[in-house]
């Protein structure tokens, strides 16, 4: 008897010696070993990938954001503030209507087959909204030029980028809501256009917010 409550003694102070040590390994030395080596070698993307404008964080590298006009008494839908870059459409699985700037509430694609009537209509109301938004007087937007990207959502819904073709479409437009010369506006997509990951993994493309911080400062430069 004596024996037995021994060696469960013994064989409970080796699991709670066990436990102890593995808490303090696994919840403690670490992390904070991961979260130092992050911090030192990848500070910027540890902390959320954030992007400064004007001495302040105006969002994330990573994640799309609107451009829209305040909403108009009884309007339910923002109209897009046309002087800014237009990034993808952003649909997806819940929507926020806290906070409009960021408008999904979580990272999701709509899993609507291609022949989906519901779908179908997004593409078609965006692919309108493109031509009606960025035709211009002397440059009209015919349909055949519209990419892919300017009409349906990424995987994420979050999508911070845009494709080259997108961002051109739209410069006509933004030179005019901004009083820029076309050249001009043209030359800051060319600048903020990345290449393909190691030259072969994925496609080129502008990070719209990148590219609008940088159309603000050229606006403000005039």
Same mark, same amino acid.
């Given at each position: 008897?004596?024996?037995?409550?021994?060696?469960?003694?013994?064989?409970?102070?080796? #699991?709670?010696?066990?436990?102890?040590?593995?808490?303090?390994?696994?919840?403690?030395?670490?992390?904070?070993? $991961?979260?130092?080596?992050?911090?030192?070698? @990848? =500070?910027? +993307?540890?902390?959320?990938?954030? $992007?400064?404008?004007? #001495?302040?964080?105006?969002?994330?590298?990573?994640?799309?954001?609107?451009?829209?006009? %305040?909403? *108009? %008494? #009884?309007?339910?839908?923002?109209?897009?503030?046309? +002087?800014? @870059?237009?990034?993808? %459409?952003?649909?997806?699985?819940?929507?926020?209507?806290?906070?409009?700037?960021?408008?999904?509430?979580? !990272?999701?694609?709509? =899993?609507?087959?291609?022949?989906? /009537?519901?779908?179908?209509?997004?593409?078609?109301?965006?692919?309108?909204?493109?031509? *009606?938004?960025? !035709?211009?007087?002397?440059?009209?937007?015919? %349909?055949?030029?519209? /990419?892919?990207?300017? $009409?349906?959502? !990424? #995987?994420?819904?979050?999508? /911070?980028?845009? !494709?080259?073709?997108?961002?051109?479409?739209?410069?006509?437009?933004?030179?005019? *809501?901004?009083?820029?010369?076309?050249? +001009?506006?043209?030359?800051?997509?060319?600048?903020?256009?990345?290449?393909?990951?190691?030259?072969?993994?994925? *496609?080129?493309?502008? =990070?719209?917010?990148?590219?609008?911080?940088?159309?603000?400062?050229?606006?403000? +430069?005039?």
């Amino acid at each position: 008897m004596n024996n037995s409550v021994s060696n469960t003694a013994r064989l409970l102070g080796a #699991g709670l010696r066990a436990l102890l040590a593995l808490t303090l390994v696994t919840g403690v030395i670490y992390p904070l070993a $991961v979260t130092g080596v992050a911090q030192a070698l @990848f =500070n910027g +993307k540890a902390n959320g990938s954030e $992007v400064s404008a004007g #001495g302040r964080v105006v969002g994330s590298s990573l994640i799309g954001q609107s451009y829209n006009l %305040p909403l *108009e %008494p #009884g309007q339910e839908t923002p109209e897009p503030d046309l +002087k800014w @870059f237009q990034g993808r %459409p952003a649909n997806g699985l819940g929507e926020n209507t806290l906070n409009t700037q960021y408008r999904l509430i979580l !990272s999701g694609a709509t =899993n609507l087959a291609a022949d989906n /009537p519901e779908l179908v209509e997004q593409v078609r109301a965006a692919q309108a909204a493109v031509i *009606e938004d960025n !035709s211009v007087p002397g440059h009209p937007v015919e %349909p055949s030029e519209i /990419p892919a990207d300017a $009409v349906t959502s !990424s #995987g994420s819904g979050l999508d /911070p980028d845009i !494709s080259p073709d997108y961002a051109e479409l739209q410069v006509p437009r933004v030179a005019r *809501e901004n009083g820029l010369p076309v050249a +001009k506006v043209q030359e800051l997509v060319d600048r903020h256009t990345q290449g393909r990951t190691l030259g072969f993994i994925g *496609e080129p493309r502008l =990070n719209v917010l990148e590219l609008n911080i940088a159309l603000k400062e050229l606006v403000t +430069k005039g």
